[in-house]
């Protein structure tokens, strides 16, 4: 392998990391208090709303449902009016933040309606509040699976970003298409699918070391 495929592959691999991690943490910011609002809002809820999470699911399904290759396009005017342009790597985060929110919204509602309503029950006999039984009780257990929820968005937003590379977003994705598809490059395309297969593996391990930590400090607090 060349010493200049070397190079785009290394410069490759830098602008997809910047679209995954800014998108996945753009996910995150949002889609948390989403999932929060949904399981405190909806039917047996600290605050029950039964419309509005209903309302919202609805909104979040139906991004949810749109494959993300028509988002892309779908969303080509909205991103040029935030960004100014609807290519290059910085454009492409706009997407992948949008297709990102719900995704990650509904596996972290799966995660905080998992947490033992037991205690939630025992705070609230104490006389803690709501908001202390958001804060003390939902989100620290259901932290371990909200990280593992985490890791699975990073991992489909590491497809995402290549799939993003067809309408020239830049990354991993961009340099397959432009070198490795339209130039018959079969190095440039094994270099694209090994340096994803590297980062897909070693972002569900790094998540699943952290998520057994997290477990085990979980179980450490209630042994003492």
């Known amino acids: 392998m060349s010493r200049l495929i070397l190079d785009l592959l290394w410069h490759a691999t830098g602008e997809t990391l910047i679209m995954v991690l800014v998108s ?18 909806g039917r047996g809820g600290l605050y029950p709303l039964p419309v509005l999470p209903r309302l919202l699911g609805v909104v979040i399904d139906a991004i949810r449902a749109v494959p993300f290759i028509i988002l892309l396009v779908l969303l080509i005017p909205f991103t040029r009016m935030v960004v100014g342009s609807a290519l290059g790597t910085t454009a492409a985060i706009v997407p992948l ?78 340099l397959a298409i432009r070198y490795g598809y339209q130039r018959f490059n079969t190095t440039v395309m094994l270099g694209v699918v090994a340096v994803l297969i590297v980062l897909v593996t070693g972002m569900q391990a790094l998540g699943n070391w952290l998520s057994r930590i997290l477990r085990h400090s979980e179980r450490t607090r209630i042994a003492d």
Request: net charge negative; proline share 4%.
């Open 24 to 41: 996945g943490f753009i996910a995150v910011l949002f889609g948390l208090p989403l999932a929060v609002f949904m399981v405190v809002a």
């Open 97 to 174: 933040s949008i297709a990102a929110i719900p995704y990650f919204a509904r596996i972290a509602e799966v995660s905080l309606r998992e947490v033992d309503h037991g205690l939630v029950d025992a705070v609230r006999a104490m006389g803690g509040t709501r908001w202390m039984v958001i804060r003390y009780v939902l989100l620290p257990e259901s932290m371990p699976a909200l990280v593992s929820g985490i890791t699975v968005t990073l991992v489909t937003l590491v497809g995402a970003s290549a799939m993003a590379g067809t309408i020239g977003a830049g990354g991993l994705g961009d």
